[in-house]
């Protein structure tokens, strides 16, 4: 097993401290829990590719052909999957999990999901609706007493999933604001920088304590807000009165026969852990990873803002756990079929021609093409993309290391070879 410490010049940081205040002290002493994530190197037994006896199919050399060139062997890498009638027939990994080690992906590797981590904070409110616990048309307000502005009590808990609650991402990002925020709240931090790239929700939810303003009507239309997202763990745990990560293991994860997929929390282990990367410029930040070639830098957890707010982008999993939860979802083994065809109807336009937003999904119905329902994002030096194509009984993603890819070009590329259009 290698320990990694993704922050090495602590004890330099700490040195300097003595002659910082009490507030940057207290910080340092935080980020010793914030930033030293264990994680397990590969084992031998894991350093294959990912194809595990599955046959080649009738997409196999067009699909090898299309993401070969892109992730090379030697440089952060993906794994495609491709599901159809709920068998795996395409599964391939190109490349490396990691450049600490020498560690190929494999479809056990687990990668944070960015975006994708949205399906489940959709799934999971859907089920509390189907307990009673809650409606989709209940207000923040009820949930969020706190929270004083009017508009709360406007704002619904499906204006969260479909992007169309208005409320601006106002978190600070710079010396002002910071010194406004701090001004209202009290933090556990003592600088910007590292309230960005390891807070939690516990502190992100306290800038809409004081909240004046909305960016749009509610409900009216489509407009990004991951931090109405953050919501989405805190009113979990309000509701069912357990922890956000007990709660969606318990309910979502091992009902689908899912074992890989978690939450990170600072000091966890991540078994087969990989790293997002991206291509050094300059100077690397001191206590960031470089590979021994120069060429790459880890980009994740303590490089990029807001990295790991669990229930938006927080998610971790692997190629093998998440068509796990693609057979469970669209089986009604998680909530009902019909809860299932709700997540994935069109309720606001997006600004992508063609593509409307569901509950947490995005809904795309391009002219002369089947319905898609998809995410592609990234987060840090992770690009990630999943896609079901329901009237086909496909499934698909591509996840990988690197997110310097074009990811609908390389989609639309997937579903061309897969459609055969």
């Known amino acids: 097993m290698q320990i990694i410490l993704l922050y090495p010049n602590f004890a330099h940081e700490m040195k300097k401290a003595e002659h910082t205040s009490i507030r940057t002290m207290r910080t340092l002493l935080i980020m010793i829990a914030a930033t030293i994530a264990t994680v397990v190197a590969c084992t031998d037994k894991d350093n294959y590719r990912a194809d595990h006896g599955v046959p080649p199919c009738e997409y196999t050399e067009e699909l090898n052909n299309l993401f070969a060139p892109i992730f090379p062997d030697n440089e952060p890498g993906a794994i495609v999957t491709v599901m159809r009638n709920d068998s795996i027939i395409y599964n391939h990994a190109f490349g490396l999990a990691r450049l600490d080690s020498v560690c190929r992906i494999t479809d056990s590797t687990l990668f944070n999901m960015a975006s994708s981590s949205k399906i489940f904070c959709s799934a999971a409110l859907l089920k509390l609706s189907e307990q009673g616990l809650i409606s989709l048309d209940d207000s923040l307000a009820k949930f969020f007493p706190e929270f004083e502005a009017p508009f709360f009590k406007?704002?619904?808990?499906?204006?969260?999933?479909?992007?169309?609650s208005g409320l601006?991402?106002?978190?600070?990002?710079?010396?002002?604001?910071?010194?406004n925020y701090l001004a209202k709240h009290n933090s556990a931090f003592g600088e910007e920088s590292d309230?960005?790239?390891?807070?939690?929700?516990?502190?992100?939810?306290?800038?809409?304590?004081?909240l004046d303003t909305v960016a749009l009507t509610p409900s009216s239309h489509y407009l990004r807000s991951d931090p109405?997202?953050?919501?989405?763990?805190?009113l979990i745990e309000r509701i069912t009165g357990h922890s956000f990560d007990e709660w969606m293991a318990d309910n979502l994860f091992k009902p689908a026969g899912m074992t890989d997929t978690r939450y990170f929390n600072a000091g966890d282990l991540l078994p087969r852990a990989s790293h997002g990367?991206?291509?050094?410029?300059?100077?690397?930040?001191?206590?960031?990873?470089?590979?021994?070639?120069?060429?790459?830098?880890?980009?994740?957890?303590?490089?990029?803002?807001?990295?790991?707010?669990?229930?938006?982008?927080?998610?971790f999993s692997s190629a093998r756990d998440f068509m796990r939860w693609n057979k469970a979802l669209y089986s009604g083994k998680i909530i009902s079929l019909a809860l299932v065809d709700s997540i994935n109807t069109g309720y606001i336009p997006s600004d992508i021609p063609y593509v409307s937003y569901g509950l947490a999904n995005a809904v795309?119905?391009?002219?002369?093409?089947?319905?898609?329902?998809?995410?592609?994002?990234?987060?840090?030096?992770?690009?990630i993309v999943?896609?079901?194509?329901?009237?086909?009984?496909?499934?698909?993603l591509i996840f990988s290391t690197r997110a310097d890819w074009d990811l609908i070009e390389v989609f639309e590329k997937v579903d061309s070879i897969l459609l055969k259009l």
């Open 154 to 164: 406007e704002i619904r808990v499906r204006d969260i999933l479909t992007h169309s």
């Open 168 to 179: 601006p991402d106002v978190r600070p990002r710079n010396n002002e604001s910071w010194n």
């Open 195 to 210: 309230y960005k790239r390891y807070s939690t929700e516990a502190e992100h939810i306290q800038f809409f304590e004081d």
């Open 228 to 234: 109405a997202f953050v919501l989405v763990a805190p």
């Open 277 to 315: 990367y991206r291509r050094s410029e300059g100077k690397t930040a001191p206590g960031v990873f470089r590979s021994s070639d120069g060429k790459w830098e880890e980009y994740d957890y303590g490089e990029v803002d807001f990295f790991l707010t669990k229930a938006d982008r927080g998610a």
């Open 364 to 383: 795309a119905k391009k002219p002369g093409k089947p319905v898609k329902i998809y995410h592609a994002n990234t987060n840090g030096g992770y690009g």
């Open 386 to 396: 999943e896609a079901t194509i329901p009237s086909e009984n496909i499934s698909y």
